[in-house]
């Protein structure tokens, strides 16, 4: 399995993933009319990356919580 940087050489994690695939694939990618395969799993996973960021925000909360 291949390990993905950030420009700034860090290693990026999951949620540095999923911003990237956000700003890189248009939401409206898929329409459902088409056949597009790709199209379609394209826009599945960027619903996923949707979600894991907003987790992401979920746990920051909690963390600033946990911390007062």
């Not at 860090?10 to 949620?15: P, T, Y």
């Not at 540095?16 to 009319?33: A, L, S």
């Not at 394209?42 to 007062?68: G, N, T």
Request: charged share 40%.
């Amino acid at each position: 399995m291949s390990e993905l940087y950030k420009k700034n050489g860090e290693k990026a994690g999951l949620f540095d993933v999923c911003k990237w695939f956000i700003e890189t694939y248009p939401e409206d990618i898929y329409t459902g009319e088409s056949g597009d395969v790709g199209a379609r799993k394209v826009s599945i996973i960027r619903l996923h990356c949707q979600e894991i960021l907003e987790m992401e925000k979920k746990i920051e909360v909690y963390r600033e919580v946990e911390d007062e």
